[in-house]
């Protein structure tokens, strides 16, 4: 790889070399556009072109955040619809749009709960946190001062019971919360979760209930069913808002009734003639963001949902369906964690394939070739030369098939004993140190 050592100098250029040269890098890059990506709703699910358009509308554009209500009644009526549509999407009865983010909305959602229990009296100071919850669950535990406690997965892949009632026993009043991803991250629906939520809610401890994989169960149940007090959505990811190279994000929480008042303000809210944000909830954790969180993003989660209707509940079984198809046709090419009936994601476990000559990011970089974006990698953590497919509901037939038959001979050339460490070979950046490159960001060579 060839790196450029001088500046390009655009005023020495023509509109139209200008043009061309923005196009070629385009070209370079991979999208949803381009081809299949089976790292599914985390990253890159399909965002209608009907969002873009909604979002550039000018009335919404040109509108200040620091406009007087008066002058941003559209816009506020928007919010206050999107929060009832969230409401009866999650089960929750308040929501509140601030947090920018996932991991935004997973620390809110923790700041109430230690709020909620600062304001009882009750000093709790530990969550429990299963080993198959998202990644960034104890991060955002820690950071609002809690201690965390690692629940292990049984044989199924689900949160273990029995290890869960040791703890609730052994750390008791302790425990503030425990914070859960269903599905969890090996794509398993817990079917035990209404025990859990009676085992937690026994013990005066709330749950958590972290929104990565809501794709797969809209209109299914939702977390108020499941029993959970708090949780938090990513729009960026179940409803189609764009989320590539790390942003924008939304990451609104909803809570139960008993925690309605410590959500974060302004709450938007209507008073019969008006549209209006209102400040005044003295038990609020306080401003989680500047202005009204990531707006742009509100307008086109709002737009997809408008859209679809009742329809989102066939979002989550075309997902499901997706992913359970794929699983069936690989299953005896690849090992498959935790063998049983999915929800929108299964996970190989690469750890034959790596023995072979083969670890799971050379199968990454052999699918480059095929014109098919890699699947995430070595997540999660308790699936060694993990390989996690989800294909979203976005796909046609004709392309997972595609994608099946990659995958089929991928493994044959294992097992031919082909040299994987030569791939990609044919992208137009070829493969890199990927250790040196994380440790040399200045690399000059």
Known sequence: MQLRTSEIKIEDKTELELMRHIKELSDKNFCIEKGFYPLGSCTMKYNPRINEWASRLEGFVNLHPNQSDDDCQGALKLMYDLQNYLKIITGMDEISLQPCAGAHGEF?????????????????????????????????????????????????????????????????????????????????????????????????????????????????????????????????????????????????????????????????????????????????????????????VLIKAYTYIYMMGKSLKDVSSDAVLAANYIKSQLKDYYHIAFDSHCMHEFVIDNTDKKEKGAATLDIAKRLMDENIHPATIYFPLIVHEAFMVEPTESETKEVLDNFINVMIKIAKEIDEGIDFHEFPKTTPIQRVDEVRAARQLDLKE
């Open 108 to 296: 809110s959602g923790m700041m109430i709960i230690k709020k909620y229990f600062e304001n009882i009296n009750d000093n709790r100071k530990k969550v429990i946190i299963p080993d198959n919850a998202h990644g960034t669950n104890p991060a955002s535990a820690a950071m609002c001062g809690f201690e965390t406690i690692e629940v292990k997965s049984n044989e199924k892949g689900l949160v273990n019971i029995e290890e869960l009632k040791q703890l609730v026993q052994e750390y008791s009043s302790d425990i503030a919360a425990i914070m859960m991803t269903n599905p969890n991250t090996l794509g398993l629906f817990d079917d035990n979760i209404v025990e859990i939520s009676k085992i937690m809610h026994q013990n005066g401890s709330l749950l958590y209930y972290d929104g990565a994989n809501f794709n797969a169960i809209m209109g299914h149940t939702n977390p108020k069913l499941m029993g959970f007090d708090v949780v938090h959505l990513n729009l960026h990811k179940t409803f189609a808002t764009p989320h590539a190279g790390g942003g924008p994000g939304s990451g609104p929480i909803g809570v139960v009734d008993k925690l309605k008042n410590y959500l974060p303000v302004p709450k938007i809210e209507f008073n019969g003639q008006k549209y209006l944000r209102n400040y005044n909830y003295p038990k609020s954790i306080g401003k989680v963001s500047t202005f009204m969180g990531n707006f742009n």
